[in-house]
Every structure is written in structure tokens, then in C-alpha cells.
């Protein structure tokens, strides 16, 4: 996408917030330009998912590209062992991450190791289950004719949460192993599937000659951020880098010019506030 997305813009200055597994669609955040230094503020994003868990079958990578490596099946899920199973994954949990996945291990990551034949076993890591709730279930029969239950939930989770490893879990728990055979990210901190581009719509955008689309440094620190409203003295000292008189507000805060448009992330320290990231300098 990053690689796309440079071609379209015409800028190798494109970055992401956050990667999505191969068989994954929806929301990922891209930084065009002097953006990309925002993206950092985003990795930490809280996520929201909708994804289809199937019951009764393992695969090595804890989704439907992985090869099946046990076939328990589960024709039937009583509704109410589900749910007790899907309570004991919400809140803080430690989640092992799925051993196919971008962590690495030794600088190199995880998902090659496993395809060059090592065996790999990553440490649990702790993550926020902030929604684990079902939203339809019914049953199935998986290629190799075992009899399976799909089960659609959504997701809210805190960043570094694989859903993969949800299921998986999930179908540990219940003793007949589970898998993700869908997964749509639907939001990214403030950034919801409703406002995304379609990537096929900008390449068309990009042929006819029109520009492609983006969404503002102000919009998006708007967004992101609580907003201070500077005076023009504040601006000037700003776009500077200087210090100004503190906000009162934790963390980074977007200053904005009288204008309208935001010139930089300001956050407090002991007694004034200054820039941490200046977007509009002087």
C-alpha cells in the first residue's frame, strides 16, 4: 500500500500507522509528506475490528492462509459456554501473539522464521479487550467437509492486539480449536471505515489528470488532538520552536494559528509549554 500510495502521490515520503495481516481489508492509516511525522502519534491508536471466527478447526498462521492442523469440528456452540469463553478474553489479558506475525524475534521477524522451518514461541504480551461481542453465529462445513461454527464478532482493542490469536483462543478454550476466515479493520483511533479512500478511486483519481485527494494536517490533528487556540504572539513563538505559557492539558495538544490551521504539537513540561512537533515553521 505504501508502495502504491508513493507512485500516486509522487512522493517516496509515505508512511503507515499500523499494518494489516495479507487477508485483511478496511481502515490503514497513511502519512504523505511532512504527515509522516505524525504517524507515530497513531501507532498507539486504540483499533476496532469486525472479523468471522471459525469454531472446530486449527490452521498454522490462526487464519483461513494457513494450513489446517487439526479438524475437531463443532457442529453445534452452546450459547452460553461461548459467552462465558468470550468474557474470560475481555479486559486485560496477556495474549501470546501468533507465532505468523510481524514480531520479531532476534531483529528478524517472526513469520519468516517460521517459514524457514524454526519452531518459534513468543513471549504474552499484555492488551486491552476494550468489546469482544458476538453479532451472528451459524453453521458450516469447512473444505475438507468438517462440520464448523462461524461466529461474527467486533472487536475494540488496544494497539498490538492480534484478533488471529482471539480465535485461535477462543476455540482453545472451548476445545475444538478456532481460526479467523475474515477480518475488516473498521477504525484507527478517530479514523473510521466511513471516512477512508478507496485506493482504487485515488489510482483513477491519479490517470485523469486529477489530484488525489488527502486529508489535511489540520483536519487530521484536529481529529487526533484536543486543540489550543493560540494568539498571534503564541503562533510566531511557536513556529519557532519556542516556548509559550503551559495549556493545563496532558499530553501533546494541537496549537492552532488564529487562522484556523495547526502549526504544531505543544505539550506541557514544569512551567511552559513547547513544541514537540513543529508542522508549519517559520
Known amino acids: 500500500m505504501v508502495g502504491r500510495v508513493r507512485r500516486l502521490a509522487g512522493t517516496r515520503k509515505v508512511g503507515h500507522a499500523g499494518t494489516l495481516d495479507p487477508m485483511a481489508t478496511g ?5 504523505v509528506g511532512r504527515a509522516t511525522r505524525l504517524l507515530t502519534y497513531l501507532v498507539g491508536a486504540d483499533k476496532e475490528y469486525t472479523a468471522t471466527v471459525r469454531l472446530g478447526q486449527t490452521t498454522v ?33 496477556d495474549q501470546v501473539p501468533s507465532a505468523v506475525s510481524a514480531v ?37 462445513t469447512s473444505d475438507d467437509d468438517t462440520p464448523v461454527t462461524d461466529v461474527d464478532v467486533v472487536v475494540v482493542c488496544s494497539s498490538g492486539t492480534y484478533v488471529r490469536a482471539l480465535a485461535r483462543d477462543l476455540g482453545a478454550d472451548l476445545g475444538t480449536g478456532g481460526h479467523l476466515t475474515a477480518l475488516r479493520r473498521t477504525r484507527v483511533g478517530p479514523f473510521t471505515l466511513d471516512g ?11 490517470e485523469e489528470g486529477r489530484p488525489v485527494p488527502l486529508l489535511s494536517l489540520t483536519d487530521a490533528c484536529r481529529a487526533v488532538f484536543p486543540v489550543r487556540e493560540l494568539t498571534d504572539r503564541e503562533t510566531a513563538a511557536v513556529r519557532y520552536g519556542q516556548r509559550i505559557p503551559t495549556s493545563g492539558r496532558p499530553g501533546p495538544v494541537a496549537a492552532a494559528a488564529p487562522d484556523g490551521h495547526v502549526v504544531a504539537l505543544v505539550e506541557d513540561r514544569a512551567d511552559h509549554a ?6 508549519d515553521p517559520a
Open 27 to 31: 481502515v490503514l492509516v497513511l502519512g
Open 61 to 93: 498462521t490462526d487464519d483461513a492462509e494457513g494450513d489446517v492442523t487439526a479438524s475437531a469440528g463443532a457442529p453445534s456452540v452452546d450459547p452460553e459456554l461461548l459467552e462465558e469463553a468470550l468474557d474470560r478474553l475481555r479486559g486485560p489479558i
Open 104 to 140: 520479531k524475534v532476534d531483529g528478524r521477524r517472526s513469520y519468516a522464521r517460521v517459514r524457514s522451518g524454526e519452531q518459534v514461541e513468543l513471549p504474552a504480551r499484555p492488551v486491552v479487550i476494550h468489546r469482544l461481542d458476538v453479532l451472528d453465529r451459524r453453521t458450516a
Open 196 to 206: 477512508a479512500a478507496d485506493l482504487g478511486a485515488l489510482g483513477a483519481a491519479h
Open 274 to 279: 513547547r513544541p514537540v512537533l513543529v508542522l
